[in-house]
């Protein structure tokens, strides 16, 4: 294994707008600010995605637990 | 990854008015007293915010695993 | 983040009524005797509050990953 | 905190009876033999507690990852 | 708390029968040959008891997270 | 409780064919590679075993949480 | 038990396709580019695979806990 982390990869899309799925069939977007190891995250101009539009949430702070995917920006 | 942590930004919420997503479908708002990394919270005037409107709690501790995301007040 | 804790308000709540929410909706309502940093308890008089009314525990020892949230009494 | 811990009661419940009530709706009564931090428990001549009646166990070891909560019997 | 655990009683029940429970409502029994304190067992001659009768299952390892309770044979 | 372990009998299942049950009432069959005590398992011309016959899955690790339990080869 | 691990044959996976089977019945298929001891994975081009067909999310970072199981390149 190397000693690059899969979680590197956020390092890059700080500051930069990340998608995310969460456990309950929920997804939200929002400037990626800050994450931890256990995928802690924290979220500027938040939105949750459904099936009626988006509903904007702020600032976020999510619980790392409930995260299933988390999507940077593309290159 | 910087040394700062997603909860940080709860340092700044402490003492305000903070919205907080639980599983099982619970919203509840409250004023922020305290918290941990584990997200157990202290809340103040809290009320759950249900489909026929919110419901008095008073004082609450808030056992963090419970906890999907939390919003602080808008800056 | 402050050295105290969320769970220390418990501490003020010795020997008084607390009402604890539990998943899988239960409620409950009792004593607080004792409690540690993983929200097990120990109630006394302790009730489980329902539809149709109030049914006695007596004394109960709650494991504290079945809690969700705990209200002191109001100060 | 006091130096005391919820479980502590439990002691004083050995060799007594006791009703706990496990995840899943079920609950069960038994003479308590032993426990342990996580809760744990053996207890002999146990019964589960059904809507139909009691059916006998004889001695269970039962995973405390299961309990919700204990009653010690009254004192 | 004694020095003695509730998984001691397991000792006693090696190369006996023992009755087990299984989250999600399955029952095995079985010859138990060896468990460790997260009670992972392993199982001779396991059998699943359903509806049906019993399915013989031959040799198996449980994971100890699944299970609620184990009787050993009656002493 | 003697140094032996559960999981030790995997070590003869080694490139033999094991039956694995996992949560979600999945069943496995493969020739067992290599595992760890979390029973994360590295499985050989695995098939996941359904009502509508089998279904080939070739080399698959499979993450321990989700095991029930595994059956080694009759001895 | 050998000290190579079950996480090792995904050493030779990287930068090949993965097929990852997610809890909550999703399926997910990528290029592996890194991962942890946890199952965190990185993976490019990925994509969802569902009954309509597939997906694409382009990078994602999966959180292990979701993983049920991975299957690497037919070698």
């Known amino acids: 294994m190397s000693t690059s982390k899969p979680m590197d990869i956020l390092n890059q899309a700080r500051e ?6 969460l456990r ?12 931890d190891i256990h995928l802690n ?3 500027e101009n938040a939105e949750e ?5 988006a509903v904007k949430l702020g ?3 999510v ?3 409930n995260v299933i995917m988390i999507s940077p920006p593309p290159k």
Request: aromatic share 4%; no cysteine; glycine share 22%.
């Open 16 to 21: 930069k707008g990340v998608l995310i799925r």
């Open 24 to 35: 309950g069939n929920r997804r939200m977007r929002g400037i990626l600010k800050n994450y």
């Open 59 to 61: 600032d976020v702070i």
């Open 49 to 53: 995605i459904g099936e009626g539009g």
């Open 41 to 43: 995250l924290t979220l």
């Open 63 to 65: 619980r790392g637990d």
